[in-house]
């Protein structure tokens, strides 16, 4: 199952734990790094900051071109893997509906 699946899943009952291990140890869903791993895309680079990989984590813990989203939806510019485990799934889905990566 990818992140995409249980962004789209908002609605479900899906666990903080759940959503956090797909978003985080997968990195299953269309975001860059993943495309350029299935050699969809030849560059992995973020396409928000241009300064990483684009990852799940990356864009929920530490992409500064999104770091205002972040804070308007999470409380803070910057978060660790462990702040994204106490998130509810659905502010979650919320903040990638808002920078455009919601399935
Ligand atoms: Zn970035």
Redesign the pocket.
């Known amino acids: 199952m990818t992140a995409i699946v249980y962004f789209t899943n908002c609605d479900s009952h899906v666990s903080n734990v759940d959503i956090t291990e797909k978003l985080m140890a997968t990195d299953h869903c269309h975001l860059k790094r993943h495309l350029h791993m299935i050699r969809v895309i030849d560059d992995p680079e973020?396409?928000?900051?241009?300064?990483?990989e684009?990852t799940a984590s990356?864009?929920l813990t530490?992409?500064?071109?999104?770091a205002r989203v972040r804070e308007r939806h999470f409380g803070s510019c910057v978060l660790n893997p462990e702040d994204v485990k106490s998130i509810h799934p659905r502010k979650i889905c919320a903040f990638a509906r808002e920078v455009g990566i919601h399935g």
Do not use: L, N, S
Not at 46 to 52: A, F, I, S, T
């Open positions: 973020c396409g928000w900051c241009m300064e990483d684009e990356h864009i530490d992409c500064p071109a999104i």
